[in-house]
């Protein structure tokens, strides 16, 4: 069984759905005791870092999710689930994360080193470079995937990252140690390789 964590910013009936198509029994809920029985979570996210951390805060979600992570159950952060994984986020001021993960999660310039322009939100389909072998990679090509993000991950714990994509810079796409994982990108949205990646996130979960 997995769980949904819903905070108030989730894309939760697309992930629930996806869940659904690989006939995986999932259940959306923002109760920790609930929660708790779940094998693995999922933390999906769409927003802003701040009112996220706030509306963790708020549920006592922060120190729930702290102690579930601490039994080594799974947990795959989605977009901004993801980023909240990290230290801390400079979007609408300094705000810190779950620190999960260490990195900081800051925005693109959308100008170039030689001064060309970019389009930010990063919006669209992005090709996965994979930088190390992780069984959430498992049987998956190096495939393009769907992201909408203005803030990416940097850090300098390189082998947390374990796939990236290019957008000016070298975007963090998937990040994971131990039974922490992140997606930066939408896998619900992102087709077959997508499906894959979420089974394979389901194998570890067992």
């Avoid at 759905?17 to 979570?41: M, Q, T, W, Y």
């Avoid at 996220?52 to 159950?73: C, I, N, P, Q, S």
Wanted: hydrophobic residues 40%; charged residues 20%.
């Amino acid at each position: 069984m997995i769980g949904i964590v819903d905070y108030g910013m989730g894309n939760l009936f697309s992930v629930s759905k996806a869940l659904e198509r690989l006939g995986v029994d999932a259940f959306i809920s923002e109760n920790p005791d609930e929660l708790g029985h779940a094998k693995g979570l999922i933390l999906p996210g769409v927003g802003s870092f701040r009112d996220a951390m706030t509306l963790l805060r708020e549920k006592k979600l922060d120190v729930f999710l702290k102690e579930y992570v601490e039994t080594g159950k799974p947990l795959l952060g989605i977009c901004l689930g993801m980023q909240l994984l990290f230290d801390e986020s400079e979007e609408n001021g300094l705000t810190q994360g779950l620190s999960f993960l260490s990195g900081r999660v800051i925005r693109f310039l959308g100008i170039t080193e030689s001064g060309e322009t970019y389009k930010v939100p990063h919006m669209g389909w992005n090709r996965l470079s994979y930088k190390t072998q992780n069984p959430i990679l498992q049987n998956v090509e190096e495939n393009h995937v769907y992201f909408v993000h203005s803030y990416y991950v940097t850090s300098e714990d390189q082998e947390v990252i374990l796939a990236t994509a290019e957008y000016d810079v070298e975007v963090p796409a998937i990040v994971g140690r131990n039974n922490v994982y992140g997606m930066q990108f939408h896998p619900e949205k992102s087709g077959e390789t997508g499906m894959r990646l979420l089974q394979n996130f389901l194998k570890l979960v067992g």
